[in-house]
């Protein structure tokens, strides 16, 4: 009797069951492969396309990579994290393809064909309902995160690391793309190009209307350049405050800008940018130096192409190509610069002139002053940065400032748009102006503003007695900050319960022609105003057209911190004035390099232009407020400044009221000089000159010998003074 034979249970892991469900998921993950592409060649593509949508292709490439994995009995495909990260992607991309869709394409069969189909509608509503779309948006992201981790069995930890490092470093791209995607200008920037249909500021001063006339300014520009708290007990006052306990000018208008010169611009062509910066790229590659442009900065009159080098190219390179840059850019060599690196970043500035430049009138900046006054103590416009922007900055911090450049390069516009910023803010009783004009044209018309101490001073001889004056008020202004136990100008002002002691400026525009009538006694003076002046309110602006060291002495430089550079003819001339290089290569018509005691290095700037006309609208303004041009003059100054030394031999009965405490001081000490009684008798520097010439005349002290004291030939006030006045105490 035969038996029967069992029959074999169907077993899941069997091979033949693996391969015959791997030949089913192959053809299925084939039709979602291609059901996107047939459309509607047959029913089963059409219904895929609509629940599934675009995102069929992924679903279909997992299909098949598990299909793949149970035909080859799992000796391929058999990473099932990676499986895992394919079905995440799917997913994530149904929902975030259906979060793009408008609203009203939610319920059109197409629309979601073309997205993430009906499974992306389902997911998308069920998370945006609950969460939002901000908050849906990053759970996308986040399995996509994921996803990405299992199909490429990177880390998270690693993947957040590097998204960690990529936005805290980030700068303006990758550059390995960048260099690898040359000629593409999709991600250059350019800056500085304002838009023409831009908001304006809508004030009593209207925006003007922009036309391109840069001959005119040519001319305009060469015209310009030649032609409250109380206080219980009261204080002594210095030479330049005010008398009584109210200002002097409590209704002062500020001077409008309604009739300056309106701004001229011309339309920027940022093709022509593009091209430059190409042209710049091909050059550097040709000389083997892979460079990228990164940016574009449209300053006024320069344009700077911002270039990222590879890490291991030396800068120096390029400085030496600036010739054949010249050729290729067409322009002149002299004219070009090259900033190592721009600061703030790790890339090689290349400056050249803009082919339609924009320049800076005094009237927009004005706009920009007004708007902003309040920040400032002592606001000194200057123009705009390579970037576009606005510069305007405070004298109070800076707190002196040395101007210099060849001639007809900006520097007495520069100075008359400075004056016109403090005119257009300050009143007579917040600044007080004591001008220096050798040249007798310059500074001419500011002559009757009540701001004025003095008119202007156009004898090199007198201004050292106006330096000694100033000094003598610096000294007068510490007695009243000591006395008030204030450290500063503005804590004073704040104790008295009003502007009682007004900033004081010195202006010389031209040093050169001082130093040489005057060059040994100016210089001590100087440098003592620019040590001691900032706290009581006294800052210096000195000007020259002759940057050389015997103008620009070490002792000046070293106290003067502020420095404006002008276009100059040398390279020496540029350290004489900054201590670098680069202001040989500026354009001239007010292209100037600014640098400060905050700063490490300059920075370019064009000047504001302020037309011959602009500066006597402002100047009559103010003019037209005072009924008398020398009400606001002091005095004392006004003495200081014409009192003459007297002549050797002038009889005994002229001495001064001093005379018997100096030779008393000279007796004791040993030795005579104009410095030992300065200190001693706390008097100004004429007043102990004219003691030591008493004294020599007298017979107490010795002729002088070179730069030693004076000898002193007596030992007893009794053989100059007699026996009456031989007993007065000192």
């Given at each position: ?151 490429t069995s990177v880390k998270l930890e690693e993947i ?436 400060d005691q905050t700063m490490p290095k300059s920075i ?19 003019k037209a407020q005072i009924t008398d041009e020398s ?100």
């Amino acid at each position: 009797m035969s038996r029967k034979k069992k029959k074999k249970k169907i077993d899941i892991k069997s091979s033949e069951t693996k391969i015959f469900f791997g030949l089913i998921l192959f053809v299925l993950g084939i039709a979602l492969l291609i059901a996107p592409f047939v459309g509607e060649q047959a029913v089963i593509f059409v219904h895929i396309s609509k629940f599934l949508g675009w995102p069929s292709l992924v679903w279909g490439a997992a299909t098949v990579y598990l299909s793949i994995n149970l035909l080859t009995q799992g000796k391929s495909c058999k990473n099932f994290s990676r499986l895992g990260g394919l079905l995440t992607l799917a997913i994530s991309l149904n929902t975030l393809f259906t979060f793009w869709l408008p609203q009203e394409s939610l319920e059109s069969i197409d629309g979601l064909q073309r997205a993430g189909g009906t499974l992306g509608k389902v997911l998308h509503l069920a998370i945006n309902n609950t969460f939002g779309d901000i908050i849906e948006l990053i759970i996308i992201l986040i399995f996509l995160i994921v996803a990405f981790s299992f199909i490429t069995s990177v880390k998270l930890e690693e993947i957040t690391s590097f998204l960690h490092k990529m936005f805290s470093n980030i700068k303006l791209g990758d550059l390995k793309e960048k260099f690898n995607d040359e000629g593409s200008d999709e991600k250059l920037i350019i800056s500085g190009i304002e838009d023409e249909n831009q908001l304006r500021i809508d004030d009593s001063n209207k925006e003007p209307t922009l036309t391109d006339s840069e001959e005119e300014f040519n001319q305009s520009f060469v015209r310009a350049e030649t032609g409250q708290l109380q206080k219980d007990s009261p204080v002594v006052q210095s030479s330049t405050s005010q008398e009584n306990t109210e200002p002097s000018y409590p209704n002062w208008i500020y001077p409008k800008i309604d009739n300056l010169q309106e701004p001229q611009k011309a339309v920027q062509d940022q093709e022509s940018y593009k091209k430059d910066a190409r042209v710049i790229e091909r050059v550097l590659k040709n000389f083997d130096i892979p460079a990228k442009a990164i940016e574009i900065a449209v300053g006024p009159t320069v344009v700077r192409y911002a270039l990222a080098l590879a890490a291991d190219i030396r800068v120096n390179k390029i400085k030496s190509l600036v010739d054949n840059l010249a050729v290729s850019l067409m322009i002149n060599k002299e004219l070009v610069r090259i900033e190592t690196p721009i600061p703030g970043t790790s890339y090689v500035g290349i400056e050249i002139p803009n082919k339609t430049p924009n320049f800076v009138y005094a009237k927009e900046m004005a706009k920009k002053l007004l708007a902003e006054a309040d920040k400032y103590e002592l606001p000194m416009i200057l123009g705009k940065d390579i970037a576009g922007l606005h510069v305007i900055k405070d004298l109070v911090n800076i707190p002196h400032l040395l101007v210099a450049g060849a001639t007809n390069t900006g520097k007495s516009v520069g100075i008359n748009a400075i004056l016109a910023g403090l005119l257009l803010t300050k009143t007579p009783d917040e600044l007080k102006l004591i001008m220096v004009d050798p040249k007798r044209v310059e500074m001419t018309p500011y002559n009757g503003i009540p701001h004025l101490l003095t008119p202007i001073i156009t004898d090199m001889e007198l201004v050292v007695n106006a330096l000694n004056w100033s000094i003598e008020e610096m000294q007068k202004r510490y007695r009243l900050l000591e006395q008030l136990r204030v450290r500063k100008i503005t804590e004073y002002n704040q104790k008295m319960g009003f502007v009682a002691m007004p900033y004081l400026v010195i202006v010389v525009d031209e040093m050169a022609d001082l130093m040489l009538v005057a060059g040994k006694e100016v210089e001590p003076k100087v440098q003592r105003l620019a040590q001691m002046g900032r706290a009581v309110g006294i800052h210096l602006i000195l000007a020259t057209q002759k940057p050389i060291v015997e103008v620009i002495t070490g002792l000046i430089k070293s106290n003067i911190p502020g420095r404006i550079a002008f276009a100059v003819t040398s390279s020496m001339d540029s350290r004489v004035i900054l201590d670098q290089t680069g202001a040989e290569n500026l354009l001239g018509r007010g292209d100037m390099l600014f640098k400060d005691q905050t700063m490490p290095k300059s920075i370019r700037i064009q000047g504001t232009f302020i037309s011959t006309e602009d500066t006597e609208d402002i100047i009559t303004q103010v003019k037209a407020q005072i009924t008398d041009e020398s009400e606001g003059y002091s005095q004392d100054l006004k003495s200081a400044i014409e009192k003459e030394t007297p002549a050797p031999g002038a009889p005994s009965g002229e001495r001064e009221p001093e005379f018997p405490l100096a030779l008393k001081i000279v007796i004791a000490e040993g030795k005579a000089s104009a410095s030992l009684l300065q200190r001693r008798l706390k008097v100004g520097y004429n007043k102990a000159a004219r003691l030591i010439e008493q004294l020599e005349e007298s017979g107490a002290v010795a002729a002088q010998d070179g730069a030693k004291p004076r000898e002193v030939l007596v030992s007893s006030t009794s053989e100059i003074l007699g026996d009456s006045n031989s007993t007065q105490e000192y």
